[in-house]
């Protein structure tokens, strides 16, 4: 009989975390990092087996539920939804790639961790068996609680041109402690070097494979969640925390103005200002969390069914991801501004949340203006060029 969780046991796990999640987050931001203990909390709930392969131990699930459970976590504690967001979602990757890789990463622990940053700011040369790279890349969230990293770069006169993603294990890369910033605080997105270090070419992943579903994984994780487009299950990642987050925020702002009065006089919760603030957020929540599914189930249908997946249906979905964050990040800070005076101080949740809600937005991947253009383009028959679609 298997011990696999089904998906609602996995998120009843997350929501009875929430309150030890909530205590901890101060730690995390003082840390800079999320603490081991809750990586490890995670590790035994197995949230980071949820997408991973099934020959190393994983669930192979919908990645609607792995995101389920990011949105649970984010709602306590944005900075630890977002590592186990942005850090989980490599177990997925890998499984995309070559089974020597994923060998190479999981023969002797099937819970070794990969933390990322895709920006193509490397140097390649290529060599026999491989490549050698030397490079800095900045923003790798969760990297000290990870035992490999994903670094971006160009291979040197290949067409077309894409970025491709370096995996590299601890004993080449350094961690440069330089994440002083003033949201994500928690995330421990510090800065990884590399310098004259050889990878040999199974441990490489195109993302032009990842949008073309052509990964070398693919040979023995027949699961038909690894024939989804890398993007689009990599897109999530850096959105769907945000999605939790507003929950978060929703919460906070219900506590704490539901018996207080603005300037002595009108209780707070009467304000229609205020309840259309919480309206408001409640509805994009909702809005994108079943969004989230849709894709996700819609997607899955056109893989079972063997039909190719529209582009245009791929592009708006892409952009869903981006455009989550953007109409989060105004609802709550809507939310703040209905707050009064008094939510400017630290450790008023709703102003910690808005100062995280930057920090998503921020990301590369939750730029929506260009996403939106693309589904645009698409509508009207123009090629999708987006490689994360």
Known sequence: MSDQPSPAEL?????????????????????????????????DAGFFKIIQPAAFGG?????????????????????????????GVHSYELGLMDPQAQQDVWGEDNRALISSSYAPKSKVEVVDGGYKVSGKWGFSSGSDNCQWFFGGGIIPDQEPITITAFMFP??????????????LQGSGSKSILVEDAFVP?????SMLD?????????????????????????????????????????????????????????????????????????????????????????LLGYIARGEEMPAELRT?????????????????????????????YQGNTVNAIFQDMQAFRQHAANQSDATVKNHGSTLFGVENMDTMS
Request: contains cysteine.
């Open 170 to 183: 601890r004993s080449d890369y350094e961690i440069i402690d330089d994440w002083h910033v003033t949201g």
């Open 59 to 87: 669930y192979e699930m919908n990645p609607k539920h792995f995101y389920d459970v990011v949105f649970e976590v984010a709602r306590a504690c944005p900075a630890s939804g977002w590592v186990l967001s942005v850090v």
């Open 210 to 298: 990842g949008f073309l579903c052509q990964g070398k994984g693919l040979a023995t994780n027949t699961n038909d969640i690894f024939k989804l487009p890398f993007g689009q299950v990599f897109g999530r990642a850096v959105s769907m925390p945000s999605v939790g987050a507003t929950q978060g925020a929703l919460d906070a702002y219900r506590e704490y103005n539901t018996n207080r009065y603005s300037a002595g006089i009108q209780k707070v919760s009467d304000n229609p200002a205020a309840q259309v603030a919480g309206s408001e957020a409640a509805s994009v929540i909702r809005t994108y969390r079943l969004k989230m599914h849709y894709a996700y189930d819609t």
């Open 11 to 43: 998120l009843q796990r997350a929501i009875d975390m929430q309150p030890m999640l909530r205590e901890r987050a101060s730690a995390n931001r003082e840390a800079r990092q999320v603490l081991p203990e809750t990586i490890e909390a995670f590790h």
């Open 316 to 344: 708006e979905f892409r952009s869903d991801q981006a455009r989550a964050v953007s109409d989060c990040m105004t609802v709550v800070q809507n939310l703040l501004n209905n707050s009064g005076g008094s939510a400017l």
């Open 201 to 205: 070419s199974h441990r490489t992943h």
